[in-house]
């Protein structure tokens, strides 16, 4: 066979239907994008050097960290960079650098690589890093001291912390469009819901997140609410409060839908969204924490594993 | 056409992947005569002698039957000739073939031992001159006493994408399947008869006497499992075949043939096939069995580049093969060319755990899991945990994976794997 050209072969099939990790971080991102940059717009300057550090350095350690572990380089596919824009986004804008940095360290290192990197983190590597620094500096995490020299033409306090110290008469005055629309004070990239809530739909509409996750997270969110709210008015906000405030659609739309650590069964699904929004609220409601969300959804992380044992029947088994 | 399907714009839903239509205006299929020698692969069984070189010189006619391994395996001689090679073939998976090659003479002569017995058909006339006909009918299925087939399926839909062959079988050779239906069943215990179609062509074969089924247009709708399971209602256990439950499937092109046969006492030796060039452009051809498929591809002009696949089947299910000098099979249902930049390249990349696998599976795995076992090489667990036995094989899943992990390959693997362990396993026992 002189002529002979050389083929390739492989296995079975020869399709793809063209899907990339980097597609998917570059979606995450881009959704992110108007809550967040509307964060900058609110906080000026320091937002922005926030996220610009977050996301710069959780791509650093993460190349740092490959490169130590001999592991194949993984930061080109972007992850890294959805890890640490998600983590800047629910920072106050005036923590420091160091802090930043300490807490892409938890987020990446920490939560995701010492578990074997992309798609191995049990945990979602974000909220780990809240969570830690919120524990570690609770006074640099609290909105309302580290938001303290900002000039807001709207209640400059932290609506949680607010309902959490004087019941809910506090927050009356409060409109719900106000808040819907980002007049509120809290995380960089959390406080506007309208930009979150776009982006979580185009999430949605892009097959990048399941709708099944918000869903069950609203409502179990908005039923828990509703229940304490029923039974006492005065003490408990309305659920449409907690819907709007804090970490709640950024929660449900960027932290809960986390691919490694949520399950992808329809039930479990339902499941994991509605434990993790009503544990949200017990923690806001009866816990130590003004906004918990994060505790909330790591525990919902951690019963994942158990939940996904909920599983149809594969096709021709029985019993 | 691109090879590769982008996702949708919107993503939320499955992917749309729909069996190709057999065109409206269909020209007849090219007849391919073989240039040189023709090659046909007979399966050698492990236990099997070394290749009896006495045969080589020896002369065939067409439709002769040959048998190497005395086990009652034959394969058919497409042409008349003299045999010039054997030689051994590695095929995948651990099976080894035997290659013969056959330097075809002027003169074609056919074999007259069906002739003599064809006004008279019988099963065993059936498994002695036809199992190696086109469409690798599986005759020795219906002759199987323990697993009594109650009912025949015949196949006029593909399985796999941008194939049209058997549609346009049942379309063109209505006479021949009718007749292989009749014979097949009077010389088997065959008592139903039916017939698959495309869902909107259900009307359309009132010469065909047999209970029309239409299958849905959407990939992998036609594989036999769900065929069982989607319109007889009949839900296939994991592991099992369909004929433990009376069930035979035969392509359109196998039944014909064998009705072929029958009327006129010649073995059929020709292949149907569709050959799908790197544009996504189809045409049909029928070659002999045992062609290269460097003449098919030549016949229709198709230039191949270094760095090509050519993959005998469609482009979900096919096999790619390494030579251009890979003959033409009697199951080879189609040849797909594929350029260079637009076959997909897997990756090392772990799974994310997105759950699109999971999503798509006809079968209701959890792929998502069973993966990190396959890679890990734990095929018993898989089976136990994981259902890897209820995998019917669409390879939906490696087309969907945002990681490129080449799960349907881990899964035939980790099948084979089992199989040959359960096979040791077996013969120490």
Avoid at chain 2, 74 to 90: K, M, Q
Avoid at chain 2, 375 to 391: M, P, R, T
Wanted: net charge neutral.
């Amino acid at each position: 066979m002189p002529d002979q050209k050389k083929l390739v072969v492989s296995f079975a099939p020869f399709w793809h239907n063209g899907s990339r990790i980097t597609d998917r971080s570059r979606q995450i991102i881009l959704a992110g994008l108007p809550a967040a940059l509307y964060g900058v717009y609110r906080f000026g300057i320091p937002a922005l050097g926030v996220l610009a550090l977050a996301v710069s350095s959780a791509v650093l350690w993460e190349l740092a960290f490959t490169r130590v572990a001999k592991r194949p380089v993984s930061v080109g596919d972007g992850t890294a960079a959805v890890i640490g824009l998600l983590f800047g986004m629910m920072l106050p804008a005036t923590l420091p650098w160091w802090a930043v940095i300490t807490g892409t360290f938890l987020a990446i290192v920490v939560a995701r690589q010492i578990y074997g990197g992309v798609g191995a983190n049990p945990f979602n590597p974000a909220a780990v890093a809240v969570a830690i620094l919120m524990l570690a500096w609770k006074e640099r995490m609290d909105f309302d001291t580290a938001l303290v020299n900002y000039a807001f033409d709207f209640p400059a306090a932290f609506p949680l912390a607010a309902v959490k110290a004087f019941g809910s008469g506090a927050v009356k005055d409060l409109s719900f469009a106000d808040l819907f629309l980002g007049r509120q004070v809290g995380g960089i990239g959390t406080i506007c819901g309208a930009g979150l809530f776009a982006g979580g739909v185009y999430l949605i509409l892009k097959g990048v997140i399941r709708w099944e996750i918000p869903v069950s997270f609203l409502a179990g969110m908005a039923v828990t609410a509703g229940i304490f709210h029923a039974t006492d008015p005065a003490r408990f906000a309305s659920p449409a409060f907690h819907l709007l405030t804090g970490f709640s659609l950024f929660g449900a739309f960027f932290l809960a839908t986390e691919d490694s650590s949520s399950p992808v069964n329809f039930i479990p699904m339902l499941i994991y969204g509605a434990v993790v929004g009503s544990i949200a609220v017990l923690i806001r409601n009866i816990g130590v924490f003004a906004e918990g969300l994060v505790f909330a959804v790591l525990v919902g992380n951690l019963i994942q594993p158990l939940l996904d044992k909920i599983r149809p029947k594969a096709l021709g088994k029985v019993g | 056409m691109r090879m590769t399907k982008s996702k949708p714009l919107w993503g939320m839903g499955r992917p749309r992947l729909e069996y190709t239509q057999l065109p409206a205006r269909t020209d007849r299929p090219e007849s391919i005569r073989p240039t040189g020698p023709v090659t046909l692969l007979h399966l050698r069984p492990a236990e099997a002698k070394a290749i009896p070189a006495a045969k080589i010189g020896e002369t065939v006619k067409t439709g002769q039957k040959l048998s190497l391994c005395g086990n009652g395996d034959y394969i058919t001689s497409p042409v008349t000739g003299a045999i010039a090679a054997l030689t051994p073939f590695p095929g995948s998976f651990g099976r080894s073939y035997t290659a013969v090659t056959i330097a075809p003479a002027p003169q074609e002569v056919f074999d007259d031992a069906l002739q003599a017995v064809h006004q008279t058909p019988s099963l065993a006339a059936a498994v002695d001159f036809l199992a190696a006909g086109p469409g690798l009918p599986g005759l020795h299925r219906l002759a199987d006493t323990e697993r009594p087939i109650k009912t025949l399926v015949v196949c006029g839909v593909d399985q796999d994408l941008l194939v049209f062959t058997q549609q346009y079988v049942l379309s063109a050779r209505g006479h021949d399947i009718q007749n292989g239906i009749r014979i097949l069943k009077q010389i088997s215990g065959i008592e139903e008869v039916v017939i698959l179609t495309r869902k909107e062509a259900v009307q359309g074969f009132g010469h065909i006497v047999g209970r029309m089924v239409g299958v849905d247009q959407r990939y992998p709708s036609a594989l036999p499992p769900l065929v069982m399971a989607g319109l007889f209602g009949r839900v296939l256990p994991a592991g099992r075949t369909c004929e433990e439950l009376g069930f035979c499937f035969m392509s359109a092109e196998a039944v014909a043939s064998i009705g072929a046969a029958f009327s006129t006492g010649r073995v059929p030796v020709n292949k149907l096939l569709t050959v799908i060039y790197k544009d996504g452009f189809a045409r049909l051809a029928e070659a002999p069995i045992g062609t290269p498929i460097s003449d098919v591809l030549k016949h229709f002009g198709v230039g191949i580049a270094e760095g090509d696949r050519i993959v005998i089947g469609g482009p979900m299910r096919g096999t790619a093969v390494f030579s251009l000098e890979h003959p033409v099979q009697p199951d080879t249902e189609a040849l797909l060319v594929l350029d260079a930049e637009a076959a997909v390249q897997v990756s090392e990349y772990p799974c994310i755990n997105c759950g699109e696998c999971v999503r798509v599976c006809p079968a209701r795995m959890q792929i998502n899991l069973l993966v990190r076992y396959l890679e890990a090489g734990k095929y018993e667990e898989a089976e136990e945990a994981y259902d890897l036995d209820a995998c019917i094989e669409c390879g939906l899943c490696s087309y969907v994976c945002v990681s490129k992990i080449p799960i349907l390959q881990y899964i035939t693997l980790a099948k084979h794997e089992l199989a040959r362990m359960r096979r040791t396993e077996s013969l120490n026992a």
